[in-house]
């Protein structure tokens, strides 16, 4: 029989009571990548299915270039947003993503890769729609209280994906 978890649905202003991916139970389901225009080329939003919820996980890539390559990279985890963003961006060709329902969250949002992830801690798979297979360790890093320019005082959890062959 399969065990059934409830996974936590709070928001990261609160050390006490926030989301850490690497205690979260066994996950899986699609992912999306965005670039916002707007910020550093190098970094990413990966938008992570968030089991059968109405919410997607938001995990901040500080080098996209690096995670491709399967390399250690540092990700901040961005709390929970309605799971309706994950496609409502723009593909790189300029057109709306076809689950995008005709909406975007963000105009600067780019979607620049998708397909389905798989958390089993303290490891991670993201299997990319184009076939490529990225695997990595979740290590907890630290904590990080900062004042958000966009939403204010903020809590945000930060980890090592580090990668795996």
């Known amino acids: 029989m399969e065990k059934t978890y409830k996974l936590p649905i709070v928001l990261g202003t609160d050390p006490e009571n926030t989301i850490r991916i690497d205690k979260l139970p066994p996950l899986k389901g699609a992912f999306a990548v965005h670039i916002h225009e707007s910020e550093t080329e190098n970094n990413a939003h990966i938008k992570l299915e968030y089991g059968d919820t109405e919410y997607c996980l938001s995990l901040y890539v500080f080098n996209y270039p690096k995670f491709l390559r399967n390399e250690t990279v540092r990700v901040r985890n961005y709390d929970l947003w309605p799971k309706w963003i994950m496609f409502a961006a723009r593909l790189p060709n300029g057109k709306l993503h076809p689950k995008s329902g005709g909406k975007v969250y963000r105009e600067d949002a780019v979607i620049v890769g998708e397909g389905n992830y798989e958390l089993e801690n303290p ?4 299997k990319y729609s184009d076939g490529r297979i990225l695997n ?3 290590e907890f890093y630290r904590y990080l209280r900062y004042k958000s320019p966009k939403y204010g005082p903020s809590f945000r959890s930060e980890y090592w994906f ?3 062959d």
Request: net charge positive; no cysteine; charged share 10%.
């Open 136 to 138: 990595f360790r979740i």
């Open 162 to 164: 580090i990668g795996v």
């Open 123 to 126: 490891f991670i798979s993201f």
